[in-house]
Every structure is written in structure tokens, then in C-alpha cells.
């Protein structure tokens, strides 16, 4: 029997589906998995994932759209430029047209991932 996916893995499975030049936040997330109030830990789990190729940890921002884990990219602007290459705007650290390029989880996604 297959042991059940840890929430990191559940937090990657779910930022995998994140369409290119969108975004969400670590709320969206939690809200997502059935934890509302572990929106610091999909944080954690963002904070390893940037070695994780296939994880695009870039499109997770925070619940304002700024860019609160830019320092886990390697390079200051590393995230914001990853970003930019998909079409998303961003002006001193914050999305612009957020609610343009917020893609919700809840909405979206069928149930259970």
C-alpha cells in the first residue's frame, strides 16, 4: 500500500498545477489542503522547494502579492525575473494586476488533488 503524501508533497502537487504567468498564496494553498491556518507552513514548504526543478515556487507570492520569498532564489531578483519571463508585472517587489493573475486553488482544482 502506498503511504500517503506528506503536506510539502501536497503543497508541490498542488503548485505544479499553477498555470504559466499566474500566481497564489500560501493561504489559497493551505485553504486548499484543509489547513486555513498553516499558510506559514506552505511558506516552509515553498522554502525548500527551490531546488525542486519541477515545483515552480516562483508563482506563489503572499496573500498582498509581494514577493516575500525572493530570498530563496538563489539571486535577489532571481524570483522576480522568473516571473517577468511569464508575463507577470511586478513593481518593487509586488505583483501588479494581482487579482488579474491570481489563480485560486479553490476554484480550480477538483478535489482531492
Known sequence: MAEEPNF???VYEVVKHIPLGRVTS?????R???AAKSARM???AMNKAHDLEE???QRVVNRLGLLTGKHHFGGSNAMQQL???EGVEIKANQIQNFEKVFWDPNNELDRPL
Open 8 to 10: 510539502f508533497e501536497r
Open 26 to 30: 500560501y493561504g489559497a494553498i493551505a
Open 32 to 34: 486548499y489542503l484543509g
Open 42 to 44: 506552505v511558506g516552509w
Open 55 to 57: 515545483v515552480p515556487a
Open 83 to 85: 516571473l517577468e519571463d
